[in-house]
């Protein structure tokens, strides 16, 4: 079975600021380790997603996230947020090459402070 | 269509009355993938297709939950006996065959009364 866990379900950065948003992940096989955006009355959409190639993934909207084994980690980065930034941030999981049955973390939530 | 459709938007139903949620995939699209998301909370696998076929429904949570896509397309996710805790945003995905992106619909916020 695999899981995620998102560690802190809101954080707040200051425009400008760095986003980091966490993500640990459990997984008895190589994992496939996603992030997704959800605005507000609207679906999920795909950030970015790790497959086994590049260790670090960049993704759109200037979003980045590095594949760490040791550390079982997937964390989200941004160098500069921007107000458009703020919505719901989940991180999900799958062991399969081949369907999207994600095993989704609790999501984290992102304010921007102008 | 452009995007996934998922209907209707919102449903509120009473305790005990049977709902069918609809879902139009992207045209040509041949995974369909059905989640639940409660309040607060990520979304939970529920079950998908490739064609017509369901390839699992290992996260259907009990037998008052059934889904099909009888012409692999459309498809409907039904809950008979609804419960308040079916309260749920339902969330309906496709994909074309395999690891390709999967996109996601707006949902239905099912509320049990």
């Known amino acids: 079975a695999q899981s995620v866990t998102q560690l802190g379900s809101h954080v707040s950065v200051s425009e400008g600021a760095l986003v980091l948003l966490r993500c640990n992940y459990s997984s008895s096989v190589p994992p496939y380790l996603f992030w997704y955006v959800q605005y507000p009355n609207q679906g999920l959409q795909l950030l970015l997603k790790y497959t086994s190639a590049a260790t670090l993934v960049k993704g759109i909207n200037g979003f980045e996230a590095e594949f760490k084994k040791s550390e079982t980690s997937f964390h989200l980065t941004k160098p500069s947020a921007h107000m458009s930034d703020a919505a719901e941030y989940f991180c999900a999981v799958s062991v399969s090459s081949n369907d999207y049955k994600l095993s989704f973390g609790a999501g984290t939530t992102v304010t921007v402070r102008a | 269509g452009a995007g996934v459709s998922q209907s209707p938007r919102y449903k509120v139903t009473k305790r005990g009355q049977d709902v069918a949620l609809r879902c139009d995939p992207i045209?040509?699209?041949?995974?369909l993938y059905w989640y639940r998301q409660a309040l607060g909370q990520g979304p939970e696998f529920l079950t998908y297709?490739?064609?017509?076929?369901?390839?699992?429904k290992s996260g259907l949570p009990n037998d008052r939950f059934s889904a099909e896509r009888p012409e692999g397309s459309i498809s409907t996710l039904t809950i008979q006996r609804t419960e308040q805790r079916d309260s749920a945003m339902y969330r309906c995905a496709s994909s074309l065959v395999g690891r390709t992106e999967a996109f996601f619909g707006q949902g239905t916020r099912l509320t049990v009364v």
């Open positions: 297709f490739n064609y017509e076929a369901q390839q699992d």
């Open positions: 045209s040509g699209h041949v995974s």
